[in-house]
Nanobody
Framework: VQLVESGGGLVQAGGSLRLSCAVS????????MGWFRQAPGKEREFVSA????????SYADSVKGRFIISRDNAKNTVYLQMNSLKPEDTAVYYC???????????????????WGQGTQVTVSS
């Protein structure tokens, strides 16, 4: 199973980016997917998750109302639309797939068995 993130980059505060996570080696249609991020000197933290069916989404308080997670099972891809970006959103963003089928989309990284390599997002002030 391989997860490959893309779409990161440098953006000014207030701008937008759309991250993509392309998955191979496993159909994501039965699995919850999540996004996490890690800023320099900080622990990895939960950003957002979507359940296996796509009908339930969850967000960290820090991104609620600004980020939107979505999935396209036909393309085996998960997205994170990031709007109104702030300098504190600067981090490496990781896509992850829950290990077990039919998950609800956990905020705990322990339930995710497959991870991408990360994509850097830098927001300048």
């Amino acid at each position: 199973v391989q997860l490959v993130e893309s779409g990161g980059g440098l953006v000014q505060a207030g701008g937008s980016l759309r991250l993509s996570c392309a998955v191979s080696g496993r159909s994501i249609s039965s699995y919850a997917m999540g996004w996490f991020r890690q800023a320099p000197g900080k622990e990895r933290e939960f950003v957002s998750a979507i359940n296996w069916g796509g009908g339930s989404r969850s967000y960290a308080d820090s991104v609620k109302g600004r980020f939107i997670i979505s999935r396209d099972n036909a393309k085996n891809t998960v997205y994170l639309q990031m709007n109104s970006l702030k300098p504190e959103d600067t981090a490496v963003y990781y896509c992850a797939s829950e290990t077990s089928r039919y998950g609800s989309g956990s905020s705990s990284s322990r339930l995710y068995g497959y991870w991408g390599q990360g994509t850097q997002v830098t927001v300048s002030s």
